[in-house]
Every structure is written in structure tokens, then in C-alpha cells.
């Protein structure tokens, strides 16, 4: 039996938000358990990372909106997507994932290039014909 393929909309949330399966991760667990926080200790073991790398990870998810943290001297930080579009993108994702594990995983690795480098293999192209 094959896997669906991944849902273009999931396969550019993927490629807009999420550079690592070490952020994917943090981000699912938090939205599996959402409601409940956690420092970057108590969340490491869980995702199978160090504290500082989980710490990182937590940052970028405040940074880009689908986490919060309580901005104490140890923080806890919980799923909080700030806007509904977001929050939508992360149930996707979530969805897939668990549909589609190993899809979800090669998304992140095989990001469309760049717009640079798309133009320049353009011309690659059109001299060689």
C-alpha cells in the first residue's frame, strides 16, 4: 500500500516554516499537547534533543508565531499560534504527518530551489538547445 502524497498546501507550509525535523518535531509535540507548557529541560528528552538545541528551537517558534513563553528566567513555552491561518498550517501538518510520516520528513530536505538558482538553470537550459 502507498502513501498519499503530501497536500501541495502542507508540501508550502513545509517549505515557509519548518527548516528542520528537530523544529517539526518541537512544533507537533507542542500542538499534541497543547494547553500544557514546558521548559527547553522538560520538552529535550521527549523530541530526543539537548536542552540548549531545544531552547533554539522554542526561540524560533515565538520568533515565527506558534508558540509562547511565559518570559520568566527559565521560560515555559506552549502552542499558541498567532493567527488562525497558522494554527490551520499546524493541524495540516499534523495531519499529514501522521498520514504520511516519511513524506512530511523528505519535504523538509527537498525544499524547491531558489528563484536565482530556477533562473540560472533557465538559462542553463535554453543554451544548450
Do not use: C, W
Not at 37 to 48: K, M, Q, W
Amino acid at each position: 500500500m502507498t502513501a498519499a502524497p503530501l497536500p501541495e498546501s502542507v508540501q508550502q507550509f513545509v517549505g515557509e516554516h519548518i527548516d528542520s525535523a528537530e523544529l517539526l518535531e518541537i512544533l507537533l509535540y507542542l500542538h499534541r499537547n497543547a494547553g500544557q507548557s514546558y521548559t527547553a529541560e522538560a520538552l529535550s528528552p521527549a523530541v530526543y534533543t539537548v536542552p540548549a538545541a531545544a531552547l533554539l528551537r522554542l526561540e524560533e517558534l515565538v520568533a515565527s508565531g506558534f508558540a509562547a513563553s511565559d518570559g520568566t528566567g527559565n521560560p515555559a513555552y506552549r502552542y499558541a499560534p498567532s493567527s488562525p491561518v497558522l494554527g490551520a498550517g499546524v493541524d495540516e501538518l499534523a495531519a499529514a504527518y501522521a498520514a504520511n510520516r516519511i513524506a512530511v520528513i523528505q519535504s523538509i530536505f527537498q525544499k524547491p530551489k531558489s528563484a536565482a538558482q530556477s533562473m540560472a538553470d533557465a538559462f542553463r537550459l535554453r543554451g544548450n538547445r
